[in-house]
Every structure is written in structure tokens, then in C-alpha cells.
């Protein structure tokens, strides 16, 4: 049986929705509802890093020759590199859910 594991969700093949029985189906529509509503969260968090970054980019990026101004750019660069790092790992939990469908 293979199991996916999201952020303390976990689905896997073999659980009774797939096999077709009704009685999980409200289970697999609010897992599903989660896990996009998870995809909308960390969207709207890499939208957010990603114009942030781009703010101290323009703002700092004559610095660079300074200590300051390339902390702030490396700073806002990890930020946004997380925030696309979650999105995609929601974006794979939900393929993965509904590709077992």
C-alpha cells in the first residue's frame, strides 16, 4: 500500500473511498478541501516573498558593494526560495491525492 504524508495528513491506496465505498467519501472531500486550501495558503505566501523581494531588490541592489544591502537581498532571496519550496511541496501533495482518485 503506498501512503502519502503532507503536513500530518496522510492518505494511501487501499483506504475505503478508492475501493469505492461511500461511507469515506465526505473524509476524501474535506482531505481534498485541505489540501487545496493548503495550495491557495502557500500561493498567497510565495506572491508575498516573491514582491518582497523584488521591493528589496530594487530598493538595496545598488549596495551589494555593503554589507546591509546584500544581507537584506540574500534574506529576502531565502525567503521567497522557501515559500516556492512549500507551494511546490503542496502542489505535489495534491497531485498525489488526486491522482489516487
Known amino acids: ?3 502519502i504524508r503532507y503536513r500530518g495528513i496522510e492518505w494511501g491506496t487501499g483506504c ?3 475501493r469505492g465505498d461511500q461511507t469515506m467519501a465526505p473524509d ?5 478541501e485541505q489540501l487545496f486550501e493548503m ?9 508575498a516573498a516573491s514582491s518582497d523581494h523584488t521591493r528589496i531588490v530594487a530598493e538595496f541592489g545598488g549596495m551589494m558593494d555593503h554589507p546591509d544591502g546584500t544581507a537584506a537581498v540574500l534574506q529576502s532571496a ?3 526560495r522557501h515559500a516556492i519550496e512549500e507551494y511546490n511541496r ?12
Open 90 to 101: 503542496a502542489l505535489k501533495a495534491l497531485s498525489d491525492f488526486l491522482a489516487l482518485e
Open 28 to 32: 476524501g472531500a474535506k482531505l481534498r
Open 1 to 3: 500500500m503506498r501512503r
Open 16 to 18: 475505503a473511498m478508492e
Open 39 to 47: 495550495v491557495r495558503t502557500t500561493a498567497a505566501a510565495f506572491y
Open 78 to 80: 531565502r525567503r521567497e
